[in-house]
């Protein structure tokens, strides 16, 4: 068990890069169709694709990823600094693959506008239905891993779902964006505690659930969440990978509840279609926590933009989830 807290570096560092490499992996196949990449599968960190970038070049979702973690290194939970390096990202291309932003979504680029016009950063997100996409869900794995840190946590609690819910409010409000956020993040804090890969991330779905089931506010979405108590035993053609939340994190488990491997799972969570970048960017976190860092191959770790440097502010954000924690641990403590 994970209770000593024996393995979180090891955790933060494989959900870090898993995610950095799975995005990556995923931006030549963006909105390809499952059929298309049936006939020619995904296998290797190439380039190319809708966006025309350089094999190992990562997309928003890694860029926003790590506008959090820098955050966090120097403010803890600050929803407004973190608004501020997304605006950061998006007009000033900081904490990019290669000096260019090619891709955001149309609910993160309006929250950030309203962050410009000053707007607090709480109430930036869209609220419509029809801005559910994943634009927060692809960015909250360093929020849950924090949390771990700071508090402990082997399951929600509303101190830690506050911050979870906030955090998909500056770009996405709605609740069912907030409750895609808090399930992963479930999954999450049941990982760390070890154990079997099976029951962990399936203990997270249930234990998600049930946080969520009596609570009157997210009523209205959490039926459609039911469905992933079972969702080890979906088949391919039940499972879809759009731009939508729900999609999202119902792919991202399916392809880590019916794969053995890191490599596996991202290349399966990639050929799925559609938002690949992002399907695999949220599978590769939870399948590198999971293996850890060595075991992504290390030709795409090569190949992947920045990855040394990543790998590196893993080690820093390490040491800020674990200092002032709330659980009496240091980092000092628990030096890999
Ligand atoms: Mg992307």
Not at 75 to 81: A, N, P
Not at 174 to 186: E, L, N, P, T, Y
Not at 295 to 306: F, G, L, V
């Amino acid at each position: 068990m994970f209770g000593e807290m024996k393995y979180y570096y090891q955790f933060i560092e494989g959900a870090i890069l898993g995610s950095v490499v799975g995005d990556a992996l995923g931006v030549p196949g963006e909105f390809m169709s499952r059929e298309e990449l049936m006939e020619a599968p995904i296998t290797d960190m190439i380039g190319g694709g809708a966006h025309e970038q350089l094999p190992g070049t990562w997309s928003d979702d890694t860029s926003m990823t790590l506008c959090t973690i820098d955050s966090i290194i120097e403010k803890g939970i600050d929803y407004d600094d973190q608004m501020y390096r997304f605006a950061d990202w998006l007009w000033n291309s900081s904490n990019t693959a290669r000096d260019e932003v090619f891709d955001v979504g149309g609910a993160t680029k309006h929250a950030i506008f309203r962050y410009m016009k000053k707007t607090p950063a709480l109430e930036c997100g869209e609220l419509a239905e029809n801005t559910c996409g994943n634009g927060s869900l692809m960015r909250i794995m360093p929020t849950a891993l924090y949390l771990v840190g700071q508090y402990g946590n082997w399951a929600l609690d509303d101190r830690t779902a506050d911050i979870i819910h906030n955090t998909s409010k500056c770009t996405h409000a709605h609740v069912r964006c907030q409750m895609a956020c808090g399930i992963f993040c479930s999954v999450v804090f049941q990982m760390t505690c070890g154990g079997d890969l099976h029951n962990a991330a399936m203990g997270g779905i249930i234990s998600g659930l049930k946080y969520y089931r009596n609570r009157p506010e997210f009523a209205t979405v959490y039926p459609e969440f039911e469905s992933l108590a079972k969702v080890d035993k979906w088949s391919e053609s039940e499972v879809e990978s759009t731009g939508f939340v729900l999609h999202t994190l119902q792919a991202a488990l399916w392809c880590l509840l019916t794969t053995s491997d890191y490599t596996e799972c991202v290349l399966k969570a990639v050929n799925l279609g559609r938002d690949t970048d992002t399907t695999a960017a949220v599978a590769g976190a939870l399948a590198g926590l999971w293996y850890g860092e060595r075991q992504i191959p290390r030709d795409w770790a090569e190949k992947t933009a920045k990855y040394d440097e990543i790998k590196q502010l893993a080690k820093t954000f390490y040491f800020a989830c674990l200092k002032n924690s709330k659980t009496g641990r240091t980092a000092s403590e628990y030096i890999p």
